[in-house]
């Protein structure tokens, strides 16, 4: 399926807004788009789009666009959307509980199947059809079916709990705190630092601000 071996990471990490955004754009009765229109809803430069897509090899015609089931179909496919990807969460604070809230209901592959903190008052409560578990339970349960955890502790804990994380066996962690985790180079980590975000928001706004009252 992939023409050139390992796609860059840039282009893996756009590959699932392609497929959300194709989703409900087929919802709204779109049937085929063109690479300029691809690129005005999704505002990626479409040279990116069809650089992105070339990878795969031809999908779509020049003069026509893509067609937009096929594409569904095809990235579909290419992210194993078929497949249910078990997940687990560690810490069941305001985030935690409102990522357990959401559970990745618009992304219907992606489930949280597990939740654990280590707070006595929490520990054995119900959460959203989950039994939030002791984090001492980590070391003792089998998780090869878990593919990710979402780390969401207080950021003096995140090192340890991320290096608990690896001795359970799961190789991928999504990192909701500021610290950056020093682990084995075989686990892959997306670090989602939202104060960050934040600030960069506010930066980039601050530019345009300031971009406008010199015009």
Do not use: C, W
Not at 83 to 108: D, P, R, S
Not at 165 to 183: D, E, H, M, Q, Y
């Amino acid at each position: 399926m992939l023409l050139n071996g390992q796609i860059p990471l840039a282009t893996s990490e756009r590959l699932p807004l392609y497929y959300r955004f194709l989703q409900r754009y087929a919802e709204r009765g779109g049937k085929r788009i063109s690479s300029s229109r691809f690129s005005e809803l999704i505002q990626i430069d479409s040279a990116t789009i069809r650089k992105d897509l070339s990878y795969f090899g031809t999908l779509g015609r020049k003069g026509y666009g893509y067609d937009v089931m096929h594409l569904i179909r095809f990235l579909g496919s290419v992210l194993k959307q078929d497949e249910l990807k078990k997940m687990m969460l560690i810490g069941v604070g305001n985030l935690g509980t409102a990522l357990l809230n959401y559970n990745f209901l618009k992304n219907n592959n992606t489930q949280i199947t597990r939740a654990y903190d280590a707070d006595p008052r929490k520990i054995g409560q119900r959460m959203v059809n989950l039994t939030v578990q002791s984090i001492h339970d980590l070391d003792y349960d089998d998780n090869r079916d878990i593919a990710a955890a979402i780390l969401a502790v207080p950021q003096d804990q995140a090192q340890l709990v991320g290096e608990q994380i690896v001795k359970s066996g799961v190789k991928g962690i999504l990192n909701f705190t500021p610290i950056r985790l020093a682990l084995p180079n075989d686990v892959y980590i997306r670090h989602i630092d939202l104060s960050v975000e934040l600030q960069t928001l506010i930066y980039l706004l601050n530019q345009k601000m300031e971009g406008n009252g010199n015009r």
